[in-house]
Every structure is written in structure tokens, then in C-alpha cells.
């Protein structure tokens, strides 16, 4: 299946939005401050407010330390699942991540297809037919993920 950038095949007002918020812990019974290894664990719900029924497939995490130290993750879905939301679904997932420092921060995007019904297909054949361009059965966009904070409590006091 042909994979394309939704943006140059949707118009602005047609492209999924999609609303990714995440809420932290630190795990102190999994710490050991005095090996600089504190252990964080976030809570992510993903929304689809759009009429597109759309499939995570992939993630992008970049993970800074309070030194400023960046570390870049990247893989296929989230915790071993590559889940399709139809329109008005979430989808919830918790992870975690260990820092060397007491504070830090992760942000990043996940890949994201649109999954086109029958009658998004025609529409969409009809209108690459007037263009002459090919059917798009892959349509990617990125689905950011906004900076959040993880921190021991006593840290941001």
C-alpha cells in the first residue's frame, strides 16, 4: 500500500486532529536517588475528534534530563499495540521512563494513517481522477505530543 503525506491530499478543515494528553508519577519505591536513577511513569490518552477513523503506527519520543542530555526513542505502536480509533474513541496506555536526574521532560509525535471508508475512497478516486493522480490508500500524519514534565515531587518546590 502506497504510504503519502495526508496534508497534501486533505484539505486544512479535513485533516485529523488528534488530542494526546499525558499525566506523570514518579515511582519512588523503583528509585535510587543515590544512583542518580529515578523512574517516572506516564499515562497517556489519545483522542480522535475527527471524522476519520485513524491507526497509530509508530512513536517518536525525545527525552531530555535536567543536564540537558537528549535521548531519542523510536518504534512500531505503543506497548505493543497499533491501535485504530474511530471517530470520538480514545485510547489509553501507560509507560515509563528512568532519568539521571530529578527533573526532565519528553515530547515527541506519533505516525498516524487515516483510514478511509468506501465512501471516503470514491470521493478521494473521483477527485485523483480530475487530477489525474493515482488512488492514496496510506495517508500519514503526525500526531504531536505536547512537552510535559517529569519531576519528583520535592524537585519543583
Known amino acids: 500500500m502506497p504510504m503519502m503525506d495526508a496534508s497534501q491530499v ?8 488528534i488530542i ?16 542518580d536513577k529515578y523512574v517516572f ?9 475527527s ?11 525525545l527525552i531530555t534530563d535536567g543536564n540537558g542530555k537528549m535521548q531519542e ?11 485504530i480509533l474511530t471517530p470520538g474513541e480514545s485510547f489509553q496506555y501507560s509507560s515509563g ?5 530529578q527533573v526532565g521532560s519528553m515530547s515527541g509525535h ?15 478516486e473521483a477527485e485523483n481522477e480530475a487530477e489525474g493522480t493515482a488512488e492514496q490508500s496510506g495517508l500519514m500524519f503526525k500526531a ?7 519531576a519528583i515531587p520535592s524537585a519543583l518546590n
Open 97 to 101: 521512563a528512568v532519568l539521571n536526574t
Open 20 to 35: 494526546v494528553k499525558v499525566k506523570t508519577q514518579y515511582i519512588q519505591n523503583q528509585s535510587l536517588p543515590d544512583e
Open 110 to 124: 506519533y505516525g498516524m494513517r487515516v483510514i478511509l471508508t468506501a465512501e471516503d475512497k470514491a470521493e478521494n
Open 51 to 61: 471524522h476519520h477513523t485513524v491507526q497509530l503506527l509508530t512513536r517518536n519520543w
Open 144 to 150: 504531536d505530543i505536547p512537552v510535559f514534565t517529569l
Open 73 to 83: 526513542v523510536q518504534g512500531d505502536g505503543v506497548v505493543g499495540n497499533t491501535p
Open 41 to 49: 511513569a506516564y499515562h497517556v490518552d489519545i483522542y480522535n475528534p
Open 10 to 17: 486533505l484539505p486544512a478543515h479535513l485533516m485529523p486532529e
